[in-house]
């Protein structure tokens, strides 16, 4: 995953299982990536919320039940193989897939919503007027 993906994990700390937050810290800590502060709130908030000082403790932690040496042993694919794992790809992808439908219904109603406007500026008739916003009300329930 690239850094701006690994961020959006501890971002979203809530949202994950405390194992995938370790790991995309220990990546963003391996790629010596620079931690803004409103990402050291969330982890100040992810530590709290698991009874630790800072993330490093959950980190050596977690390296420990899982039987890493040091924190260079720690790699993607024996991280993917821990139980309890981490990102699951597959999850990734239905999240893909759900995004792309929001984006999809958001273009139909825009482009439902544009012509709707063209033909109630164009028209004169208050009957056209009104079947035309009768109509975008009921797209807009579907």
């Known amino acids: 995953m690239d850094s701006i993906a690994l961020t ?6 809530n ?14 800590k391996r790629r010596n990536f620079s ?24 980190l050596n932690l977690f390296l420990k039940e899982n039987q890493f040496n040091s924190f260079e042993e720690l790699d993607a694919q024996k991280a993917l193989k821990i139980k309890n794992g981490v990102i699951d790809p597959s999850n990734i992808i239905s999240a893909g897939k759900a995004i ?13 919503a544009v012509i709707s406007f063209l033909i ?10 009104k079947n035309t ?3 975008i009300g009921l ?3 579907v």
């Open 100 to 112: 792309k439908n929001v984006v999809y219904a958001t273009l139909i109603m825009i482009t439902i």
């Open 15 to 28: 949202d994950y299982d405390t194992n995938s937050v370790i790991l995309a810290y220990a990546e963003l």
């Open 35 to 58: 931690v803004p502060e409103s990402l050291q709130k969330k982890q100040i908030q992810f530590c709290d919320k698991n009874n630790v000082s800072n993330i490093e403790d959950l």
């Open 120 to 129: 109630v500026s164009s028209s004169r008739d208050m009957g056209t007027i």
């Open 133 to 135: 916003y009768i109509f």
């Open 8 to 13: 959006a994990i501890i971002d979203y700390w």
């Open 139 to 141: 797209l807009s329930l």
